[in-house]
């Protein structure tokens, strides 16, 4: 199957994904795992907005590496600078 581009991505969704991203960084940042609920909750989305990354990010939490998370968190950051917002 083909891989979808990001700019599919229902852009209205963003949003909600940054702040899932700030909730789940603050979780990881304190060994939380709180974060798997989150994760897991939201990895559709995650998945359709950040593609592979996504996909690292959340198998990282599912292995309890929450800083491999945080760091795919930081590159999301870096590579959707209008959507998603910076720490």
């Known amino acids: 199957a083909p891989v979808q581009p990001v700019s ?4 209205s969704n963003w949003p909600e994904l940054d702040a899932v991203l700030i909730q789940l960084d603050n979780l990881l940042s304190i060994g939380d795992t709180r974060s798997f ?3 897991r909750e939201h990895d559709t989305d995650i998945r359709a907005a950040l593609g592979s990354l ?4 959340l198998q990282s939490i599912e292995d309890f590496n929450f800083d491999k998370a945080r760091d795919a968190i930081t590159q999301a950051r870096r590579e959707h600078p209008d959507q998603l917002t910076a720490k």
């Open 8 to 11: 599919s991505h229902h852009p």
């Open 54 to 57: 996504g996909d690292e990010m």
């Open 37 to 39: 609920d989150l994760s």
